[in-house]
């Protein structure tokens, strides 16, 4: 009895405040995380999710880089922002129901208020201010960060041949011009035909998968031409692009000009362009282009309620598919169905990847720095948020030399 007592004083047991205590401390650091990226995550979805990669997996170990890739290819499976989504549920796994209000509320916030002033800036003076010297030297890094957590990622998710070779095949479809979801749903399927004939004959089936292609859904608001500017209505159209949207900026920048240019005529085509070209340079989710429009529309309200609008569903379809996701893996059914997907979204990472790499590295410096950032985060491990500002100095003091 005196070593049990002994014992239980050494180790007391933990109180509820402990527990309250443990849970605030870990919301502090979702919130941290979550900032630090919405500040200084430039480079669109694949390098966000390379920077909460680095964050969330190499350095602060909150999950496996296999429970990183079945959140990830569950993402992959619903609407909405991708990077944001990951954010959201990587700050649930980690505090909870205020990790997930947090971690995408402040991952988010910093884009929104930098697009604030930028769209305040052109309407007032009718142009963007000039921010490619900061680009010139970032981008090269991003292309070294995604580049780097596209391998951490293969060598988890390439388990065999046969799924190399899945994804092979999305890659090329993908530079064939096959829609996104075509290709993540695609090999999800083949994934789990393939495994399901192996069970049922043996391994001795071969299964003959033909891909169709897929009709992005659309949920039209009844009204034709153009019409007054309408809060309401403003909010809702966001709201729609937001719960049914998959694929890339270029696919937002479908849904912004069939609803706002063409059917409520409320932009022209070159404020759209300027508003894409906003979201695509600052850092955070692309989707803030939506703020900048709300603002050329219906001045501060109208940014407000766009930008709500158009995040809102991310969190709703996160909190709704976070309890099943620990159960895709463990199901004979849903898992070829996330392996499948997820060796599908890595092959979209690197062609998206590959496509930004011609666009930036660009000359003999850029080459350089990229090749650079990519040595320091393999072989040193530096933290990927210090290689972006020192890309945008590098940029502009070469740009500043050179007259």
């Known amino acids: 009895?005196?070593?049990?007592?002994?014992?239980?004083?050494?180790s007391p047991r933990p109180t509820v405040e402990d527990a309250t205590r443990e849970r605030t401390d870990h919301l502090g650091e979702?919130?941290?995380?979550?900032?630090?990226?919405?500040?200084?995550?430039?480079?669109?979805?694949?390098?966000?999710?390379?920077?909460?990669?680095?964050?969330?997996?190499?350095?602060?170990?909150?999950?496996s880089e296999q429970h990183f890739l079945d959140l990830l290819g569950a993402t992959n499976l619903i609407p909405g922002p991708n990077s944001t989504e990951m954010?959201?549920?990587?700050?649930?796994?980690?505090?909870?129901?205020?990790?997930?209000?947090?971690?995408?509320?402040?991952?988010?916030?910093?884009?929104?208020?930098?697009?604030?002033?930028?769209?305040?800036?052109?309407?007032?003076?009718?142009?963007?201010?000039?921010?490619?010297?900061?680009?010139?030297?970032?981008?090269?890094?991003?292309?070294?960060?995604?580049?780097?957590?596209?391998?951490?990622l293969a060598?988890?998710?390439?388990?065999?041949?046969?799924?190399?070779?899945?994804?092979?095949?999305?890659?090329?479809?993908?530079?064939?011009?096959?829609?996104?979801?075509?290709?993540?749903?695609?090999?999800?399927?083949?994934?789990?035909?393939?495994?399901l004939g192996q069970r049922?004959?043996?391994?001795?089936?071969?299964?003959?998968?033909?891909?169709?292609s897929l009709p992005l859904p659309t949920l039209s608001l009844a009204t034709a031409g153009a019409v007054p500017v309408s809060l309401l209505q403003l909010f809702l159209t966001f709201l729609k692009i937001g719960a049914v949207l998959y694929g890339s900026g270029y696919v937002l920048l479908a849904f912004l000009?069939?609803?706002?240019?063409?059917?409520?005529?409320?932009?022209?085509?070159?404020?759209?362009?300027?508003?894409?070209?906003?979201?695509?340079?600052?850092?955070?989710?692309?989707?803030?282009?939506?703020?900048?429009?709300?603002?050329l529309v219906a001045g501060l309200p109208g940014a407000v309620l766009a930008t709500v609008g158009i995040f809102l569903p991310a969190f709703v379809f996160v909190a709704a598919i976070q309890p099943f996701v620990p159960r895709l893996r463990g199901s004979r059914w849903t898992a070829p169905l996330l392996d499948g997907v997820n060796v599908a979204a890595l092959a979209l990472m690197a062609a998206v990847s590959w496509q930004l790499g011609r666009e930036a590295i660009v000359d003999p410096l850029t080459a350089a720095l990229a090749l650079a950032s990519l040595v320091l985060l393999l072989r040193f491990r530096v933290n990927s948020a210090w290689l972006v500002l020192g890309g945008g100095v590098i940029g502009f003091l070469a740009r500043l030399l050179s007259g």
């Not at 011009?177 to 999800?188: T, Y």
Request: hydrophobic share 55%; with cysteine; glycine share 12%.
């Open 200 to 212: 049922w004959s043996g391994g001795s089936a071969a299964v003959l998968v033909s891909l169709g």
């Open 257 to 295: 000009r069939r609803d706002f240019v063409e059917r409520l005529g409320w932009l022209t085509d070159q404020q759209l362009l300027d508003a894409i070209a906003v979201g695509q340079f600052t850092p955070g989710p692309v989707f803030t282009t939506a703020t900048f429009v709300g603002y």
């Open 30 to 63: 979702v919130a941290r995380v979550a900032l630090k990226l919405g500040c200084l995550a430039f480079g669109g979805p694949a390098a966000h999710i390379a920077m909460l990669r680095e964050e969330v997996v190499v350095r602060r170990r909150w999950l």
């Open 87 to 152: 954010v959201i549920h990587c700050g649930y796994l980690r505090a909870g129901w205020r990790g997930l209000i947090v971690a995408g509320t402040l991952f988010i916030l910093p884009a929104a208020l930098l697009v604030l002033v930028l769209a305040w800036a052109y309407v007032r003076w009718g142009s963007l201010p000039e921010v490619g010297w900061a680009l010139y030297g970032i981008k090269p890094v991003i292309i070294a960060i995604v580049g780097q957590a596209l391998w951490g």
């Open 1 to 10: 009895m005196h070593l049990r007592d002994t014992d239980e004083q050494r």
């Open 155 to 195: 060598r988890t998710a390439v388990r065999s041949v046969f799924l190399a070779a899945v994804g092979l095949a999305a890659l090329v479809l993908y530079f064939l011009g096959i829609n996104e979801i075509v290709i993540l749903f695609g090999g999800a399927i083949v994934v789990l035909l393939v495994r």
